[in-house]
């Protein structure tokens, strides 16, 4: 342990971290230049910038993950080089990641003897208490609900001794009506002698509780603004303009807006019987936590949007139109009792198999999780081109045999039309960025015209321009008449593509919104639905 | 090839010579004398070469599914006698076909018997596939089961219905001479035969298999990433099990080299480990069908080299070219950091 | 039936149950801070090799055990540096491990002894004086009281908590500060001294020498029985002692010509029921099973 764990703690009045010119190099990349800031106990501090501006490698470095080519840690006056997150966490320093290290079949109280020692009930309980947190000690991780992980992982941190605490996207998991609590949450934790450092996309939020806001964009720091109440409220506006170096947020409403009133494509298409792209029809299946029971109807031209706390159904749902067992069965028959219809473009397909299903109709799937649901990835992209989910046959194959030439052509092909920028087709897709292979899924699913989409968070990950040539391309999924079933955890991406909305809750849709006369939805109602909140 | 780790191998075998007293120049010289010092040596290697093709080649396929075909030995001895009872069977109801001389119908008679093998081969090989992709039963343990189940049905067998009528040795009564394979003039007297040709044939059509079907990319996908290939619509426990089929399949053609060739009859521990040691070719060789044959030839070499170790040295036995295949894949292994090779 | 199973098959059970057990308590820790252990069979071996020469050099079985153990350990140092470190596929590295020992093993008999495979017998056979009966029922009972130990140790200890985390979310265990790679270490390094144990009493106490192939497999049932267990020790421990009583059964069975429906059941058929019965249980078994998350994951 290093001598400064004792200056720490001697020095429970304040604590002043400063990144003081960090700078990190990845090869040619320069992740960090010269990043400058600051974050004293008894203030939050927001951090924000789009995806590769830079926040993860300057968090890491502040949390002793990685070690900076130039530039210090400084704290309180001293000047530190971590060499592990312990010796982070010995300075004060602890951070609450995106990704919880939960293991999920050990017990919360496990958790905290892991990093704490035995004895730390009392610690716990008490840290609970004081900032509202409610968390059975004896569950399994896996029993609680993500909300109360996230506050897990939290209590560890501070029962580490942690006062500076760095949260990356931590309402990102959190229900419309959790963020509320949590964000006073934050404001009880600055209170009582910590600082955080919020870093998020949601600008509403890190202005609701921000003392000051560091914009980065990058690699460098690019704004710096004071938020508390006494100044000149810091508006959305300017803080996008920093992230993004143009007025972005402004056209990006309006045109959504446009796109929608002008063309609402419900049948518009079809010369002749009407079909929908999709209908579910009294579906049910009993199957514990993935029990599902509802009816929805998704039109060709249409985009339905599924609001819902990640947990209720959606991915089942979409398991089930695909003829997928629920997750971790090795495909042992239906256990699950299973009865009503679900049609694509007409075709009944409940019951078959995953195979019959995709050549019964066209269905495009951008998966909850790319990496592991949609992609080889230590493979090329011209490989990861037969992975489509629409119709292997029609690309690279003459007859039964393969066609390298033409699956060569054509994802060279798809890499321009798409925007998608790396180093060649034939490097393995793990070695695109997030946002490059998200757009090469977009690109390899939509572009094969298919009946139905099933998208779920197709801009996760991703940063802005690249969200908006996915959107762009959805749309023109929908306008060339396929049928779009959407779920999303960010409600404005809802909003935004929507033509309908419905809300999910423990496998059933609990309610449906259209939108108003000025093309607008009720985010409220939607946020209040999703919690199974009615609206007195 | 995985170069340094062959050398690695190597050369810790030698330090395991030099550590019982002899001189590790003088014992890899014995290897390199036996492996291809005459024309029959070199026949010798490229018998031994033969099986470790086909068992290499068993556990390619199996892996390209991301599957581990341990039970390749299994697969290779009941294929083998599979072959030998079709080809006593087929004799004692057609005697005229089993003493046969003239191409045609010697091409059929073989050829039966190679579909007997393939078949007992890739139903086992089946099997293991089944029970792990429908009742995810991890298929190392399956696979070693049943090897130890081959070996006492075989023995069985052989012992109680097939059993040599001259000989009190543990084998079966010799295959007509039209089930058995003329050797290939070349090599001084060794055995090696068509079905050395037909390993590197299969070879050929393995590499094909891989680069240009869709089961081919299918077991590909599944080994890769079954999650994403299930959700693409592709039945990853159909390619699993149709990989280890195949895989048994092969593995129970290897053993034809020695029943329907070199010993024309099945005895019992004919195998030098061939199932085995073709875990080690496969690894060597990356996975790739084209690398199986020269990692197959390696391998070959050093099973024919160590041989003579126990003749021609005091204290050095033939279990040395195990313990170096045991080091040789340790090493492979511990520098194949990604896992999985790319098509 | 029944004249095969009394007491005496009990008995038997026991004795035969003990490599196994030992084995797969060692396989147990090692699966569950997250390494996949194929190798139990090369580690028996080792032990079975060790304790032979070191019961055949020094006259003394507890001396042999006791070498046995350290030697198992030591040897699955090897393992554990290409499984861990080496980051290797630890399947293939478990089984190259196995070939590595099995061809070592009759390679270093004829170093010593002049013999290839095996060692000569020992000069004091067990139950000839009264030491060698009570090594052995201490031993059982060592073995039978382990499970429970184990079980305590996993469930009640900081460091038996630090092995699960490490089977589990080794990214916790980091971020608090340990190294998983030095957990894991410990795991197999303490499953090669409980197989290396397990190997010797099949070649120190259950026999007068070691033989080539002695292991039988047995390495393999061992982690089988873990697996059919959901890694738990104590269910682990139970299989095993199923196992051994259909081995036990099976060499009464061997003793007469025996008739089920009239047809003779040959000889092999017999030999070959423990592995079938193995190989039975691991089918019925089905569905995914409560492995450690992380096992075999490249950490």
């Known amino acids: 342990m290093r001598r400064t764990t004792n200056k720490v703690t001697a020095a429970a009045g304040k604590l002043r971290i400063e990144a003081r010119g960090l700078t990190k190099s990845y090869g040619q990349l320069l992740a960090n230049d010269g990043v400058t800031f600051h974050v004293e106990t008894g203030e939050i501090l927001g951090l924000v910038g789009e995806n590769g501006a830079g926040k993860s490698t300057c968090m890491n470095m502040l949390f002793g993950h990685v070690a900076p080519d130039r530039g210090s840690v400084v704290v309180n006056g001293e000047e530190l080089w971590f060499r592990s997150p312990r010796e982070a966490i010995a300075a004060g320093i602890g951070m609450v990641h995106q990704h919880f290290l939960l293991a999920p079949a050990l017990s919360a109280l496990e958790h905290l003897e892991l990093v704490a020692g035995g004895g730390i009930r009392e610690r716990a309980m008490a840290h609970m208490k004081d900032l509202g947190f409610d968390v059975d000690l004896a569950a399994r991780v896996e029993e609680l609900p993500v909300g109360k992980q996230q506050q897990l992982e939290i209590l560890k941190v501070i029962c580490q001794g942690a006062r500076v605490i760095i949260l990356d996207e931590p309402t990102a998991v959190l229900t419309p009506v959790e963020v509320k609590p949590f964000l006073r949450c934050l404001e009880r934790l600055r209170d009582s002698g910590h600082a955080v450092i919020l870093i998020s996309h949601k600008l509403d939020e890190v202005l609701q509780v921000c003392g000051r806001v560091v914009v980065m964009r990058g690699g460098r720091v690019t704004g710096e603004f004071d938020n508390s109440p006494g100044s000149n409220a810091v508006s959305m506006d300017s803080l996008a303009a920093a992230m993004m170096g143009e007025d972005v947020l402004r056209k990006e409403a309006s045109r959504s807006r446009a796109v929608r009133t002008g063309e609402s494509g419900t049948g518009e298409f079809m010369t002749g019987e009407f079909i929908p792209a999709l209908v579910i029809d009294d579906y049910r299946r009993v199957a514990g936590r993935d029990a599902l029971d509802l009816s929805l109807v998704v039109n060709r031209g249409e985009i339905v949007g599924i609001a819902g706390v990640e947990g209720n159904g959606q991915d089942a749902l979409f398991r089930a139109i695909l003829g997928l067992f629920p997750a971790g069965a090795a495909g042992f028959g239906a256990r699950h009792r299973e009865s009503g219809r679900i049609a694509i473009s007409g075709r009944d397909v409940r019951g078959l198999r995953p195979r019959d299903i995709r050549r019964a109709a066209r269905v495009a799937l951008l998966p909850f999780d790319r990496r592991d649901e949609g992609l080889l990835l230590d493979e090329g992209s011209a490989t990861n081109l037969l992975l489509s989910g629409v119709d292997p046959r029609s690309t690279g194959w003459t007859g039964w045999l393969l066609d390298w030439e033409k699956l060569r052509r054509h994802a060279r092909d798809l890499f321009v039309k798409y925007g998608v920028s790396s180093s060649g087709i034939d490097a393995a897709v793990r070695l695109l960025s997030g946002g490059n292979q998200q757009k090469f899924l977009v690109a390899r699913e939509l572009e094969q015209n298919p009946d139905l989409v099933l998208a779920a968070h197709p801009t996760r990950g991703v940063d802005l321009r690249a969200a908006r040539n996915i959107h762009d391309a959805l749309f023109a999924a929908r306008d060339r008449g396929a049928g779009v079933l959407l779920v999303t955890s960010d409600l404005d991406e809802l909003c935004r593509l929507s033509d309908r909305v419905v809300v999910m809750l423990r496998g059933r849709i609990a309610r449906e919104f259209t939108p108003a006369t000025d093309g607008g939805f009720d985010i409220a109602g939607i946020g209040l639905a999703m919690t199974g909140g009615v609206r007195s | ?343 | 039936m029944s004249a095969i199973l009394d007491f005496e098959w009990i008995m038997s059970s026991l004795r035969l149950a003990l490599p196994l057990l030992l084995a797969a308590m060692g396989g147990l820790i090692c699966e569950r801070s997250g390494i996949v252990n194929i190798a139990l069979e090369g580690l028996m071996v080792a032990g079975a090799l060790c304790g032979a020469i070191v019961v055949h050099a020094t006259g003394s079985q507890p001396t042999g055990l006791f070498a046995a153990a350290l030697a198992g350990g030591i040897a699955a140092c090897v393992y554990a540096a290409f499984a861990i470190h080496g980051r290797a596929q630890q399947v293939v590295a478990g089984a190259a491990f196995n070939m590595l020992a099995a061809g070592a093993a009759p390679y270093v008999t004829k170093a010593l002894y002049g013999i290839s495979g095996g060692t000569p017998s020992m000069e004091s056979p067990p139950g000839t004086d009264g030491s060698g009966e009570v090594l052995l029922y201490a031993t059982t009972a060592l073995a039978l009281a382990l499970p429970f130990g184990i079980a305590w140790f996993l469930g009640k200890t900081r460091a038996g908590l630090f092995l699960r985390f490490a089977g589990e979310e080794p990214r916790a265990l980091e971020s608090a500060g340990i190294n998983p790679a030095s957990v894991r270490f410990g795991a197999v390094v303490a499953s090669g001294v409980l197989a290396g144990l397990g190997g010797a009493t099949l070649s120190v106490l259950l026999s007068s020498s070691f033989a080539r192939g002695m292991t039988g497999g047995r390495g393999f049932m061992a982690l089988a029985a873990v697996i059919f267990a959901g890694w738990r020790p104590v269910p682990a421990a139970l299989v095993c002692l199923g196992f051994a009583g259909a081995d036990a059964a099976q060499i009464r069975l061997q003793g007469g010509r025996h008739a089920v429906f009239g047809i003779a059941l040959p000889v092999q058929f017999i030999q070959a029921l423990p592995y079938l019965i193995t190989l039975v249980a691991v089918a019925l078994r089905s569905g995914p099973s409560r492995a450690p998350r992380f096992l075999g994951r490249e950490s």
């Open chain 2, 1 to 343: 090839m995985k170069g340094r780790a062959i050398l690695a191998g190597l050369i810790v075998g030698l330090c395991a010579a030099a550590l019982v007293g002899e001189n590790p120049l003088h014992v890899f010289g014995v290897m390199l004398n036996a492996g291809f010092g005459t024309a029959y040596d070199v026949g010798m290697t490229l018998v031994y070469t033969t099986p470790l093709i086909f068992t290499g080649l068993s556990v390619a396929v199996a892996y390209r599914a991301g599957l581990f075909n341990i039970g390749a030995e299994g697969q290779l001895v009941l294929g083998a006698m599979a072959a030998t009872a079709a080809a006593l069977g087929i004799g004692s109801v057609f005697p005229g076909l089993a003493n046969a001389s003239s191409a045609g119908p010697r091409v059929i008679a073989m050829l039966a018997c190679a579909l007997a093998a393939a078949m007992a081969g890739g139903l086992a090989g089946f099997l293991v596939g089944y029970l792990r992709a429908r009742r995810g039963s991890h298929e190392v343990v399956t696979s070693i089961m049943l090897n130890f189940l081959v070996t006492a049905f075989t023995s069985w067998l052989v012992l109680e219905r097939f059993h040599s009528l001259d000989t009190q040795n543990p084998e079966t009564r010799p295959v007509g001479l039209a089930f058995k394979a003329s050797s290939i003039p070349l090599f001084g007297g060794a055995p090696v035969t068509v079905w050395f040709v037909c390993g590197v044939v299969a070879a050929v059509a393995v590499w094909f298999f891989f680069q240009r079907t869709r089961s081919g990319f299918g077991m590909l996908a599944t080994g890769a990433n079954p999650v994403a290939t299930t959700f693409a619509g592709i039945d990853t426990g159909r390619q699993m099990m149709l990989a280890m089929a195949i895989a048994g399949a092969l593995a129970g053609l290897g053993g034809l080299g020695d029943v329907l060739g070199g010993a024309g009859r099945f005895r019992i521990g004919f195998s030098s480990d061939y199932g085995f040691t073709g875990i080690a070719v496969a690894l060597l060789a990356g996975g790739r069908p084209a690398a199986v044959v020269a990692s197959a030839l390696l391998f070959g070499a050093l099973h024919k080299g160590a041989l003579d170790l126990d003749f021609e040295t005091d204290h050095v036995t033939r279990d040395l070219a195990t313990i170096i295949q045991g080091c040789v894949i340790l090493f492979a292994t511990a520098k194949w950091f990604q896992g999985r090779k790319s098509s």
